[in-house]
C-alpha cells in the first residue's frame, strides 16, 4: 500500500517569507509525527499528533512553527518568517499510536532558506 | 527518557555478522529500547524493540543484557544494502512517543 507521502520534495524560499509543508499519513493511521533533520545530525522532534490534537509539541522550536491536522489525516506545518537556520530535511511520519507501533517516515521535504 | 551512547562508527564485511552496541546505564523498568536506521537520503526504518528479553525478527535481533544497561543490535549476514546510520533509542511506556535521535553509529558494510 501507499507509504507517507511528502510535498513539496524539494522547496526553495527567501529569509522572510512564509512556506507550508505537506504531509500525508499512511491511511489509517491516527499519530502523526513532525521531525527535522539538519546536515549530520540525527533527526530531531517537532511535534506528534494523536487525531487531531497536539499530543507533544515540546520540539517545536518557537512561535514561527505551527502545525495543524484539523481533520486527523493529513498533517500541515508551517513556518513564518523563514530564517536561513531553519534550512534542513523536514521529516514525517505517522504510525498506529502507541508505545508498540513503529513509526514510518515519508522522504521528507528539503526546506532551503536563501 | 534514558540517554543513550553509541560508537559513531563501525565498518562489516559483506556477509559477515554486524553487531552493533548501545549504552543506556540509567535505563528504568518501564522503558523499551528501540532500534531505527537511516539509509542515506531516505527516512528513518524501524528495526526492532525490546523491553528486557532478546527479541528476533526478519530483519535482526536485539540482546539486551541481564542488568539492562546496554544492548547489541545484531545484523545476522550484513549486505551491502545495510549501510546506513544505527539509532538506539529509548522510549517510556505511557510516555511521550517522540524517538529521541542521537548521532547514531555510521554502519558502512564492505565488499
Known amino acids: 500500500g501507499a507509504g507517507v507521502s511528502q510535498t513539496p520534495s524539494n522547496k526553495v524560499t527567501e529569509k522572510g517569507k512564509y512556506v507550508e509543508l505537506r504531509c500525508d499519513p499512511i491511511s489509517g493511521h491516527t499519530a502523526l509525527y513532525w521531525y527535522r533533520q539538519s546536515l549530520g545530525q540525527g533527526p530531531e522532534f517537532l511535534i506528534y499528533?494523536?487525531?487531531?490534537?497536539?499530543?507533544?509539541d515540546s520540539g517545536l522550536p518557537n512561535d514561527r512553527f505551527f502545525a495543524v491536522r484539523p481533520e486527523g489525516s493529513v498533517s500541515t506545518l508551517k513556518i513564518q518568517r523563514t530564517e536561513r537556520g531553519d534550512s534542513a530535511v523536514y521529516l514525517c511520519?505517522?504510525?498506529?499510536?502507541?508505545?508498540?507501533?513503529?513509526?514510518?517516515f515519508g522522504p521528507g521535504t528539503r526546506l532551503t532558506v536563501l | 527518557d534514558a540517554k543513550t551512547t553509541q560508537p559513531p562508527s563501525m565498518d562489516c564485511a559483506e556477509g559477515r555478522a554486524a553487531n552493533l552496541p548501545c549504552n543506556h546505564s540509567?535505563?528504568?523498568?518501564?522503558?523499551?529500547v528501540y532500534w531505527y536506521r537511516q539509509i542515506h537520503s531516505q527516512g528513518p526504518q524501524y528495526i526492532i524493540h525490546?523491553?528486557?528479553n532478546n527479541e528476533t525478527n526478519e530483519m535482526a535481533s536485539l540482546i539486551i543484557t541481564e542488568d539492562r544497561k546496554s544492548s547489541t543490535l545484531i545484523l545476522p549476514h550484513a549486505t551491502l544494502r545495510d549501510t546506513a546510520v544505527y539509532y538506539c533509542i529509548v522510549l517510556t511506556e505511557g510516555g511521550s512517543e517522540k524517538l529521541v535521535f542521537g548521532k547514531g553509529t555510521k554502519l558502512t558494510v564492505n565488499p
Open positions: 499528533f494523536q487525531g487531531t490534537g497536539a499530543a507533544d
Open positions: 540509567t535505563i528504568s523498568g518501564n522503558e523499551y
Open positions: 525490546g523491553l528486557k
Open positions: 511520519a505517522s504510525s498506529a499510536g502507541g508505545l508498540y507501533n513503529e513509526q514510518f
